[in-house]
C-alpha cells in the first residue's frame, strides 16, 4: 500500500487500459434535480450531493471544489504509480466571477469563473524536489477536470416540457 492505495492493483490497472484503450472512455449521467429556493440534489447511481441553498456549496464552489479534487487525484495516484510516499498533500484554489449576468443585472463579463489560481502544497518521502516538480507538472497535463475548464466543451441544451 503506498498513498493508501494497492500500488501493484493501479499499476495492473494502468496496463490493462494501455491494452484496450477502449476502457478509458467514460460516459457520465447524473440528474439535478430542484429541491426548493435555490438547492439542488444531484444524483446518480445511488449516490447524493446537494447544491446550492442554505449551509451547501454553491454550483460555482462546487465546480472550483471538483477541479481542486481532481489535481489532488492526479496527485496522489501518479505518486503511487512512482511509489512516492505523501505525507500531505493540499490544494488552495481561488477562482473570481461575477453574478451580473447571471442575475440579469449587466450583459457583462460572463458568469463563468474569470480565472482560477491555486497553490499545491506538497510534502513526500523518498522523492527529490525535481520530482515533486514533475508530479505536481502532471496537473496541467493529465486532470480531466483541469483540461475541461481550459478549453471550451461544447454544451448541448434540450428542453423537455412536462
Not at 480565472?115 to 496541467?140: R, S
Request: glycine share 10%; proline share 3%.
Amino acid at each position: 500500500m503506498v498513498n493508501q492505495m494497492d500500488a501493484k492493483a493501479l499499476q495492473a490497472e494502468v496496463q490493462d487500459l494501455r491494452e484496450h484503450p477502449e476502457q478509458c472512455r467514460i460516459d457520465r449521467t447524473l440528474v439535478a434535480e430542484w429541491v426548493g429556493g435555490t438547492r439542488s440534489r444531484v444524483a446518480a447511481s445511488g449516490r447524493e450531493l446537494f447544491v446550492g441553498g442554505e449551509g451547501d456549496f454553491g454550483a460555482m464552489s462546487v465546480a472550483l471544489a471538483s477541479f481542486l479534487a481532481c489535481e489532488v487525484d492526479v496527485i496522489a495516484t501518479h505518486a503511487t504509480l512512482h511509489g512516492s510516499e505523501l505525507e500531505r498533500l493540499s490544494i488552495e484554489g481561488h477562482g473570481r466571477f461575477d453574478i451580473g449576468r447571471y442575475m440579469g443585472a449587466a450583459k457583462e463579463p460572463s458568469s463563468g469563473f474569470q480565472g482560477i489560481a491555486y497553490t499545491v502544497k506538497i510534502k513526500a518521502k523518498n522523492v527529490t524536489p525535481e520530482q515533486v516538480k514533475d508530479l505536481v507538472h502532471l496537473c496541467e497535463t493529465h486532470s480531466p477536470v483541469g483540461d475541461s475548464l481550459a478549453r471550451a466543451v461544447p454544451l448541448e441544451l434540450k428542453l423537455e416540457i412536462e
